[in-house]
């Protein structure tokens, strides 16, 4: 008590970074401020950080020391924070250009950018987007702010409408609060799902490319942040993502804002009817065109990333081969694992399970050749307690069957070296959702399939929402090393994602991530998803039952009539 005197209140607040280093500042300096004055390493730049634990902008004035942990452009959060603020620029700089036409973001592109189109579907011209890309530079030469702005909700609503951006509108007419934060760049106000960069200086990488009916806007990615990858051209991925706002169109559920709508009103039903059976529709076209390739498409390899519903796909596409008289039989390359020993290590000495060699490739090609040849062969079991190889029942196939194999390396061409091109058909499968918040917030395909697997892995697999958030980043390392960079060897991609499922899903979902412990790096991942979910109505109960049984959601919600069938075992 002795070394307690009265003190005038403090006019500093005092910063430590990760590194240990501590810096002093007046009161109210921003987190910015430290960060260059810590002049941060990279790779990426600085675009934001954790402040004692929590996401901040770098805008935040401090008014009490704190623990700062800076998030650049190699950090998920980082790379989300930079392609929303450049997104709002690019709105910002083509409202000024074209008044008259609203700039939608519609989906992302594997090397790094949004496809981008005008209302009126009209595609820029080559001097219309070298003026859109020079007003672009000039407003990140200025250096402008980008500032929060807290209106009331009549103000933000009014401003939609006067945009013609009905979907915004309609998405926040029945929020409860009476007011909306958004952000102000250059006189322009617009609403943004997340944090921005504090200034435009910040955005300098970006590129516009020309494609199909509207443009590209590239951006850098998290495993090179300071530059821009190669422009590579996807023409499948793009018609996919073409083909399902079709189908939005078809349902009758362009937005989230028309899909709480059908929620509301009852055609929610509708919906979800129209949208299985255009699943459906597409599993039957894929049925027909290996029933076509026969006899000599014996083997169907299906790949994608995970939680795509490639369990429920595999087990869907067997029955539609059977009613078209081709007997479906499943091999799983998991049981052709090499024993454990000899099973690759990562870079911190783990078994790389994911690895290609983790596989006995020459064994599993010795049997598909057998196979097609008409001969039997012993069946691999992998002994996942003992890491050892066991042997089971003799397999082998006749004119009428097809053997279908599922697994990551399944679009691998390494897999199948050897075999006859014409003896294999492939598969690509993943959830490539087109809806979004509106026209400038995307719904990322990732978020997607992070909370299918956040409600599977709780259900059925006993692994909290922090367990499964946790892991997300290895398992995303995992497809981009081994399943992304083989898609475009597939002869067809599969769809999986269905208009209504993040509001089924909600329900499910919302509750785990409240379950997220406070003050944990999982937290504030789950944050994030839930701020996301505020959007979306759940799918009430009654509704929920109206899901089919075989539905591939079902695969994650549960109560799938499939769960125990095995095509061609008996």
Known sequence: MNNITPTPPRTDVQVRFPDGR???????????????AARWPGPGMVVAALVNGRLRELSLPLNQDAEIVPI???DSDGVRIYRRSLSFLLIVAALELFPEQVITIHHSMPFGGYYCERDDKQQ???????????????????????TRVTIPLDEALALFRQWGDQEKAELFARRRKDYLTLYELNGVRDYFHGFMVPRTSYLYLFKLWPYGDGFILQFPRRRDPDALQPFEDEPRLAQVFREYEQWLQIIGVPSVASLNNAIRNGRIQ?????????????????????????????????????????????????????ARGIRPVTISMDNYFVNRTQTPRDETGNYDFEALEAVDIPLFQAHLQSLLAGQAIAQPRYNFHTGLREWGEELQIGRDQVLIIEGIHGLNPRLVEGLPPDSFYRIFISALTQLNLDKHNRVPTTDTRLLRRIVRDAAHRGYSAADTIARWPSVRLGEKRHIFPNQNNAHIFFNSAL???VAALKTLAYP???????????????????AFLQWFDPLPSSYLALIPTHSILREFLGDSVLDDYEPGRH
């Open 72 to 74: 650049t452009l190699a």
């Open 512 to 530: 785990l991530l409240l379950q997220v412990e406070p003050d944990t790096p999982e937290r504030i991942e789950a944050n994030r998803l839930r």
């Open 270 to 322: 509708e919906a979800i009817l129209v949208a299985e059976a255009l699943h459906e529709r597409q599993l039957a076209a894929i049925a027909g065109e290996i029933a076509a390739r026969q006899p000599q498409a014996k083997i169907v390899l299906i790949s994608g990333p995970t939680s795509a519903g490639k369990t429920t796909f595999s087990k869907r596409l067997a029955l539609q081969l059977l």
């Open 22 to 36: 501590t810096f002093n500042g007046p009161l109210n300096t921003t987190v910015e401020a430290f960060v260059q």
């Open 124 to 146: 820029l011209t080559t001097a219309e987007l070298d003026s859109l890309r020079h007003r672009m530079q000039e407003l990140v030469q200025a250096d402008l702010p980008i």
């Open 499 to 501: 208009v209504y499922e």
